[in-house]
Structure formats: C-alpha cells, structure tokens
C-alpha cells in the first residue's frame, strides 16, 4: 500500500472549517483514500473514503486531486469534539488491513 | 455505520495470567476481524489477521504462541493474551471487515489491559 504524509499537528477555532491534507504520492491506480480518527482513549472512527471523485457524508467532506497524489478531508463546522488524531491510509480495497501512521492530531480550540 | 463491540473495556491482571478479550460485529457478519495494539502516545500497529474459521495470520514480530486469536463464527472473534506480563499492558482494539463493495473495517472501543 501507498505511503501517507501528514502534518503531525493541527489547530482550529471552533466553528471555523478543519482542513487536513494528506500526500500521497505513491498512489496506485486501485487503491482508495480512507479517513479515520480516534478520540482519546477509543478505537478508531471511520470518517470517509474515496477512490478519484470527491465524497462528502453527514461527518465531512473529501477532495482528492486531479492526479490523485493529495487529499483533503474537511469538517465544515468544527466542535471541540472533533478534537482527535485524524489518520489518511490508501490501500487497494480489496486488501485484507488497514495500517495506520502517525495521522494528525487536530485540536480545536474555543 | 457498522457496529464493533469488545468486552470487557478494561482488565488488570498479575502477570502470568491469561487475559481473554472478545470482539463481536453487533449488526452485519464479518467474514474478516483484524486485532491491533496500541501503546500511550503511538499508532496503531497490526497483531494479525483472523479469518472465520481458519487460522489466524500474524505479523512479523507478533508470537502467535503468546497472542491466541479464535475466530469461531461470523460475528465474535477472541484474542487471548497468554501468561500475561507487564510489557503487555497495552491498548488492544479489534476492527471487523464489512464485506462489499466498500470493504470499510469498523473498530470496537478498544481493550486496557493492565498486567501487573
């Protein structure tokens, strides 16, 4: 599976849009973006996925690029509870596990 | 969404002991539950794979002697942690594949274990 990069941090001010990127420059023709995020001390939350086209459910919103190399996945309206460490894994959807990096440890702020 | 349940939330131990933790899928029928460790202040890492009704598939790394993962039906899968010590404390978390299209994995809240 590709590798990821991500900022190992983030703030926001609550209210305003979360925007998290992802780079993925490796990326193959088969293999899909997920979003997770994990709250402290909780298993992991599935956010969203996408494969080229941009998604959007009830939680956020995900753009990925043109060429596929970036994502971004967007929380529109963020609450001090969207405060997490928020993990981009690309893998071929067929593929039996989801390996997790570092991910990005968002935290909204008052 | 899909929903993963593990029991019990939390477990302190002695070391030496073994310590069960059970994984169930609540609502669809996981043909595929993964178990995952989780230290204070670092990702996930993958144990191993457990496939209904076979063997399971570990990690390089990963004693499957030490870590003993049943996966007797569609919906429960159980990793027990044998002659625990307390390099095991950790957090465990069981994720459960949806099967689809999708192929989303859904996780349970996690297990603390505690071995003292």
């Known amino acids: 599976d590709a590798k990821t990069t991500q900022p190992p941090s983030m703030d926001c001010a609550e209210g305003r849009a979360a925007n998290l990127p992802c780079n993925h420059s490796?990326?193959?023709?088969?293999?899909?973006v997920y979003w997770y995020r994990q709250i402290h001390s909780q298993g992991p939350q599935y956010i969203i996925h996408?494969?080229?086209n941009n998604e959007t459910n009830e939680m956020a919103s995900l753009i990925i690029t043109e060429d596929r190399k970036s994502s971004t996945l967007i929380l529109p309206h963020a609450t001090l509870r969207d405060t997490a460490v928020y993990y981009c894994?690309?893998?071929?959807?067929?593929?039996?596990?989801?390996?997790f990096g570092a991910g990005t440890r968002l935290t909204v702020k008052p | 969404g899909a929903v993963v349940s593990q029991h019990p939330s939390r477990v302190i131990c002695k070391s030496g002991t073994s310590v069960k933790i059970e994984c169930r899928s609540l609502?669809?029928?996981?043909?595929?539950m993964f178990w995952y460790r989780q230290f204070p202040k670092q990702s996930l890492m993958l144990m191993a794979t457990?496939?209904?009704?076979?063997?399971?598939?570990?990690e390089q790394g990963v004693e499957k002697d030490k870590f003993l993962i049943n996966h007797a039906s569609l919906t429960l899968s159980t990793l027990t942690v044998t002659s625990a010590h307390p390099e095991d404390s950790s957090f465990y978390i069981c994720?459960?594949?949806?099967?689809?299209?999708?192929?989303?994995?859904?996780f349970g809240p996690g297990t603390r274990l505690l071995v003292l």
């Open positions: 894994i690309v893998r071929v959807a067929d593929n039996n596990d989801m390996r």
């Open positions: 996408g494969l080229k």
């Open positions: 457990s496939n209904e009704g076979s063997k399971a598939t570990y």
């Open positions: 490796t990326i193959s023709g088969n293999e899909y």
């Open positions: 994720s459960a594949r949806l099967a689809g299209w999708k192929e989303t994995q859904y």
């Open positions: 609502d669809f029928q996981a043909t595929t």
